[in-house]
């Protein structure tokens, strides 16, 4: 929501000015469409748009603000995406562990039956004499 509201801000800003020149905007300007920001939010997303080093504030004062764009536009943040459930999920994919639990069974069928086999050449070499 704030980096929506941060570029915003800035397309607003970019729309008044070019870069490096400073431009007093009032915080109706700012507010035209969307009546749900406050005041303070706006202050908020400036100083953040300040710090991020893509604009300069002159001076603000109770709904006028002197600013000036330093850098282009960012890319515009990437609209929210909705989550859909995909239905009910399995804890395990029942192929993934039909596969694992057959490859470990014979795995471990091979590794006893050659574990057998060298232990009964090596007695079959120790007792042979």
Same mark, same amino acid.
């Given at each position: &929501?704030?980096?929506?509201?941060?570029? !915003?801000?800035l397309?607003?800003?970019? +729309? &008044?000015?070019?870069?490096?020149? @400073?431009? %007093?905007?009032?915080?109706?300007? $700012?507010f035209? =469409? +969307?009546? +749900? =920001? !406050?005041? /303070?939010?706006?202050?908020?997303?400036?100083?953040?748009?300040? !710090?991020?080093? @893509? %604009?300069d504030?002159k @001076?603000?004062?109770? +709904?006028? $603000?002197?600013? /000036?764009?330093?850098? =282009?536009?960012?890319?515009?943040?990437?609209?929210?995406?909705?989550?859909?459930? /995909?239905?009910?999920?399995?804890?395990?994919? #029942?192929?993934?562990?039909?596969?694992?639990?057959?490859?470990? /069974?014979?795995?471990?069928?091979?590794? !006893?039956?050659?574990?057998? #086999?060298?232990?009964?050449?090596?007695?079959?070499?120790? @007792?042979?004499?």
């Amino acid at each position: &929501m704030m980096e929506q509201l941060n570029f !915003s801000i800035l397309e607003k800003i970019f +729309d &008044m000015t070019k870069i490096g020149r @400073y431009v %007093i905007v009032s915080v109706d300007e $700012f507010f035209e =469409n +969307d009546d +749900d =920001n !406050s005041v /303070a939010a706006l202050k908020k997303a400036l100083g953040e748009l300040r !710090s991020q080093g @893509y %604009i300069d504030l002159k @001076y603000s004062g109770e +709904d006028m $603000f002197c600013v /000036a764009p330093l850098k =282009n536009l960012p890319e515009p943040p990437p609209a929210e995406q909705q989550c859909t459930p /995909a239905g009910k999920r399995r804890a395990i994919k #029942l192929p993934d562990f039909r596969t694992a639990f057959l490859g470990g /069974a014979l795995g471990g069928f091979v590794g !006893s039956m050659l574990g057998g #086999l060298i232990i009964t050449v090596i007695f079959a070499a120790v @007792y042979a004499r």
